[in-house]
């Protein structure tokens, strides 16, 4: 029990009736169709529009109003997104971008910090696998970074492939 959130348990002693989830997802926060979230904050704007987006996490896909097809696992993952879509982010502020609406589309970052500062919606098309892969990114597109640090000093570049631990730092 927090500051007014509601509370939600999934399993035996449930204490949010069906009644009440119902009017609190049609009514309180309408959200688009087939979105899946759990968390405080994970998918928190007022009316979203966006289809099939699943958030799982404190405060991940905070951001999203129109984007559809985005997949957020972690605290704060996905955070960023805002109107784009199709994009993947599993681990710790992976696609957390430096604002609302500053990732691009079809980008897939796994690992804590992947991505994390992506700062442009013309990002496109960029993949990160490993902590801090990619993590400072703003507006490249069709990058590769796998290890940890991974293509960590790309910023604007594009088509770029880093493989290996600390490879593209700057």
């Known amino acids: 029990p927090g500051a007014g959130l509601p509370d939600v348990t999934i399993g035996t002693a449930t204490t949010l009736t069906l009644q009440k989830a119902k009017y609190y997802a049609d009514v309180i926060h309408p959200i688009g169709d087939a979105n899946l979230s759990y968390g405080q904050d994970s998918l928190a704007q007022p009316a979203i529009a966006g289809a099939q987006n699943t958030g799982l996490g404190i405060t991940s896909l905070e951001s999203l ?12 993952a996905g955070a960023g997104i805002q109107d784009t879509h199709e994009n993947t982010a ?9 604002a609302p609406n500053a990732v691009g589309n079809f980008n897939t970052a796994i690992g804590s910090k992947s991505m994390q500062f992506m700062n442009s919606n013309a990002a496109n098309f960029n993949t990160a696998v490993g902590t801090y892969s990619l993590g400072q990114i703003v507006s490249g597109t069709g990058n590769i970074g796998i290890g940890h640090d991974a293509g ?18 700057g």
Not at 65 to 76: A, D, L, P
Not at 90 to 98: D, M
């Open 152 to 169: 960590f000093g790309i910023t604007t570049g594009s088509n770029n492939i880093a493989i290996g631990r600390d490879t593209m730092l």
């Open 90 to 98: 599993v681990g710790s502020n992976a696609l957390a971008g430096a």
């Open 65 to 76: 109003v129109g984007g559809n097809e985005n997949t957020s696992v972690g605290f704060r």
